[in-house]
């Protein structure tokens, strides 16, 4: 059997990458050749290799290489060509890679991703598509042992063109890149003994049960979270059911176990997956004692069976899947048990994550290729380059097979990824190990160096900010939890309280925050500076009503809050605006749906007039050139910018004849816009004929390079029925539902 040490297998074309005489394109500039008598030289002149013309001039795409092949001159010219090696078309790679070349396998892993993604390119077009091989050596000064984020990589760049066509204008299509490290310095898996099998294997099992082990014995940070001002772990409520799949009985069954018929202390698994558009096995009221004495595994999605199968292997008697364990057709359990998935999740002594099957048949074990599983290790023959035993690598990897994964696209995944101590994600190409304070795959079993992949992905930055003991950082934290929850999909957008409920009690329960301090996606606590989350990409409203107005959750589509440089000035500081109190009517659970909601805002409030609008074109909507605030009035888009909540508000012709109000809530200079001073506000809407009642159409920012606290002078276009109540200085008390 092959060792660590040995070469993997690659073709004719990606071994010509690896041989020759590579040198840096500043040697060539100055003639500075690496010292090889043998190479005569009089001229430099570019080309893409012999079997295509040389040209006569370098171009854009030549310019760009750090590196470049060279090639001895010919007799007739007696010159020194520079050139990119030729590499096959898409569809070469796909064969290649099919014919067992390792680093064609990474490559075609990562194109047929780029094809799927891209459905409305020409496939036939883009498979004739040629590669051409660039590489440009990084070195650091500071390379050394002792700091290994420095070491030196080799960026692999494949750029293709059309119909293998020079590198003339028009003929560039993209470019995939891949990463080259010296092997001396990444800590790959051996590939001894290794039998190429997909499913449980032996390999699968011993990686796990090491990871797990690494993790309960030296992680303090996956451990039971301590609650504010304790100093023992609270006791996890536990759901109400789980799926025994102890083969004790018969192995081709498992049963529903009440929790209460078990007790409390017992190791459990948990299953994360993508139900897809039909889950043809449920857990319905019908079937409840049918399930209780056993349930033919055969039957289930073949997900289910893997988890099943899985956990069995790893010796855990309990897995709890969210359609085998609570009552599909009830709602009250449904609500019950989906409120619970802080303690669900947070007790789970390991969760299963099915991350690139889109529904319940895809299983857990997709790796479409067994050298997916194992480091492409190359032994390099060429000259110039520093080093020749090197490893190749997809530096995206992580992004594309677990971030981007299909399972990971689902709104109640968020929280499952986030509480859950530990997960081992079965991606696309390989399991990927992913805790608190570790990260590894079976390229890199013993974990992967932080100078390969950026493993400080935004989930786990927002977690660990969750666990801080700093009110401000803690918030923020949660800012982020709900900034990338927003960027995930629900089917139903009833669910889009609940689906976060169980981050939400975290934050409670580790900031020491009281239930009614949370308000349908927001807390109390900083209420004022959060209030003005904008619309990153909008998606309309929900047809049923979710949130009150003034919350993220009333809209679809990703929200983001104000950059953390600049909450740090202006969290804490004194603002226009003072929340005067909130409420929110709830349907009986605490964090869950909500009926209605309302905060009472005293601040600066202003009538607000736009100029009717140029008409949309192709590129844009409609545009609104002036806004105009008492007697002073601002053009265009240097001076006011908008976000709407509502898109339907962009193709509203008579937007401008709406009751439109501005409450400044801050005013702050902006050291990227030269120190010019910005007000951030929120943009209101009368409601109906209530006195002093609003709802949130969006934000808006007036920029204005001397008035530091924007007084209006002038008329306000406020009448008595605008405010509540109004002091002498102008501010108003009003409401926002």
Same mark, same amino acid.
């Given at each position: ?603 600066? &409030?202003?009538?607000?007039? *736009? ?5 949309? %074109?192709? +590129?844009? $909507?409609? =545009? ?30 008579? &937007?401008?004849?709406?009751? *439109? ?5 801050? %005013?702050? +200079?902006? $050291?990227? =816009? ?35 606290? *924007? ?27």
């Amino acid at each position: 059997m092959p060792n660590q040490s040995d070469p993997s297998m690659l073709c004719t074309r990606c071994r010509e990458i690896f041989d020759g005489h590579w040198i840096c394109r500043k040697d060539l500039a100055t003639q500075e050749l690496v010292a090889d008598a043998a190479i005569p030289y009089k001229c430099i002149r570019p080309s893409l290799g012999p079997e295509h013309e040389a040209l006569d001039e370098p171009t854009e795409f030549f310019e760009k290489p750090d590196w470049v092949k060279v090639s001895p001159a010919n007799e007739a010219n007696d010159a020194l060509y520079y050139f990119s090696p030729l590499h096959h078309s898409l569809k070469g790679v796909e064969a290649s890679a099919q014919n067992g070349c390792h680093l064609c396998t990474i490559l075609w892993n990562k194109l047929s991703h780029l094809l799927e993604v891209n459905p409305g390119w020409d496939q036939d077009t883009m498979r004739r598509a040629v590669g051409v091989a660039l590489i440009r050596p990084l070195f650091d000064a500071s390379t050394s042992p002792e700091n290994p984020r420095n070491l030196a990589s080799f960026p692999l760049e494949l750029s293709y063109f059309l119909d293998g066509n020079s590198c003339r204008e028009n003929a560039f299509l993209f470019t995939i890149d891949l990463d080259i490290h010296p092997a001396a310095n990444l800590p790959v898996a051996s590939t001894q003994g290794f039998i190429p099998d997909a499913g449980i294997s032996r390999f699968a099992v011993g990686h796990i049960r090491n990871w797990v082990s690494i993790c309960l014995t030296s992680h303090s940070g996956c451990q039971p979270m301590l609650e504010a001002n304790q100093t023992q772990p609270r006791q996890l409520q536990l759901p109400a059911r789980f799926i025994d799949v102890s083969p004790s009985t018969d192995k081709d069954f498992v049963a529903l176990r009440e929790t209460k018929d078990i007790g409390p202390s017992h190791r459990y698994a948990t299953l994360s997956h993508c139900w897809g558009k039909v889950l043809p096995v449920r857990l319905l009221y019908e079937f409840y004692e049918q399930f209780q004495v056993g349930i033919a595994i055969h039957h289930l999605p073949r997900t289910f069976q893997d988890a099943i199968h899985f956990t069995r292997a790893l010796d855990v008697k309990y897995l709890w899947i969210d359609a085998l364990c609570i009552i599909q057709d009830s709602q009250d359990d449904w609500l019950h048990e989906a409120l619970l998935m802080s303690s669900v999740y947070s007790g789970s002594w390991l969760n299963l994550a099915a991350t690139s099957s889109a529904d319940g048949h895809g299983g857990l074990f997709r790796t479409s290729d067994p050298l997916l599983n194992l480091p492409c290790q190359v032994k390099a023959t060429w000259q110039g380059p520093p080093f020749n035993d090197l490893v190749i690598i997809d530096e995206s990897a992580w992004s594309r097979q677990i971030d981007q994964a299909p399972l990971n696209e689902r709104g109640w995944v968020l929280q499952e990824r986030v509480l859950a101590p530990r997960t081992v994600h079965f991606a696309h190409d390989q399991m990927w190990w992913d805790c608190r304070n570790f990260q590894a795959s079976e390229v890199f079993p013993t974990g992967i160096p932080d100078h390969v992949f950026d493993l400080r992905p935004q989930l786990i930055r927002a977690f660990m900010q969750l666990r801080s003991d700093s009110e401000i950082v803690g918030s923020k934290g949660w800012l982020r939890c709900v900034e990338k929850y927003t960027q995930t999909k629900l089917t139903f957008d009833s669910d889009r309280l609940i689906a976060i409920a169980g981050v939400a009690k975290v934050v409670q329960q580790l900031l020491g925050r009281a239930e009614d301090d949370y308000l349908a996606g927001m807390w109390k606590q900083g209420l004022a500076v959060d209030l003005l989350w904008r619309v990153v990409s909008r998606k309309g409203k929900p047809e049923s009503y979710v949130a009150p107005s003034w919350s993220w959750a009333s809209v679809r589509g990703e929200v983001s809050f104000d950059s953390e440089a600049y909450e740090e000035r202006v969290r804490g500081n004194n603002l226009a605006v003072k929340v005067l109190s909130s409420s929110i009517s709830s349907t009986g659970q605490a964090m869950g749906p909500v009926n209605s909601g309302c905060i009472k805002i005293q601040g600066p &409030l202003n009538r607000i007039y *736009l100029s009717a609008p140029l008409p949309p %074109t192709d +590129s844009r $909507p409609l =545009l609104y050139r002036t806004l105009k605030l008492g007697s002073a009035e601002f053009h265009d888009q240097s001076s006011f910018s908008g976000s709407l909540d509502n898109g339907d508000w962009f193709h509203e012709p008579d &937007l401008h004849k709406r009751k *439109l109000y501005f409450s400044r809530f801050m %005013t702050a +200079s902006e $050291p990227s =816009l030269d120190d010019q001073f910005v007000s951030r506000g929120l943009l209101l809407e009368r409601c109906g004929g209530v006195r002093g009642q609003y709802t949130r159409g969006g934000t808006l920012h007036i920029f204005d390079a001397t008035r530091e606290n *924007l007084t209006i002078t002038g008329d306000d276009g406020l009448n008595v029925d605008d405010y509540l109540e109004r002091d002498d200085a102008g501010n108003c008390i009003f409401t926002v539902v």
